[in-house]
Nanobody
Framework: QLQLVESGGGLVQPGGSLRLSCRAS????????IGWFRQAPGKEHEEVSC???????TYADSVKGRFTISRDIAKSTVYLQVNSLKPEDTANYYC?????????????????WGQGTQVTVSS
């Protein structure tokens, strides 16, 4: 079964940075799209960034210029560099995957999801 494992979350002050990782097991990122979502308490899952199986990337307006998504196919890992963090970025961050999927898909459209990594931005 395909598996995703996130890491890299933590507590950071406003303006700080983190690098989140999504390690994919048992599948080739050349054929799978990876989306990064976040969910704050009481809110729906929000796609903040995505890298398609072709390598194209998308970002939510709220994170453009601050977040950068990338992938290392040899390591089967997708990274989300999050800079200039704000308190409103506080959420549980998840990665999700779908075979040859489209970025911008809803949470439920993905096929597999990780367990999430918590990002807390607070002074």
């Amino acid at each position: 079964q395909l598996q995703l494992v996130e890491s890299g979350g933590g507590l950071v002050q406003p303006g700080g940075s983190l690098r989140l990782s999504c390690r994919a097991s048992r599948f080739n990122l050349n054929y799978y799209t990876i989306g990064w979502f976040r969910q704050a308490p009481g809110k729906e899952h929000e796609e903040v960034s995505c890298i398609s199986y072709t390598g194209s990337t998308t970002y939510a307006d709220s994170v453009k210029g601050r977040f950068t998504i990338s992938r290392d196919i040899a390591k089967s890992t997708v990274y989300l560099q999050v800079n200039s963090l704000k308190p409103e970025d506080t959420a549980n961050y998840y990665c999700a995957t779908q075979h040859r999927g489209d970025c911008g898909s809803l949470w439920d459209a993905y096929d597999y999801w990780g367990q999430g990594t918590q990002v807390t931005v607070s002074s």
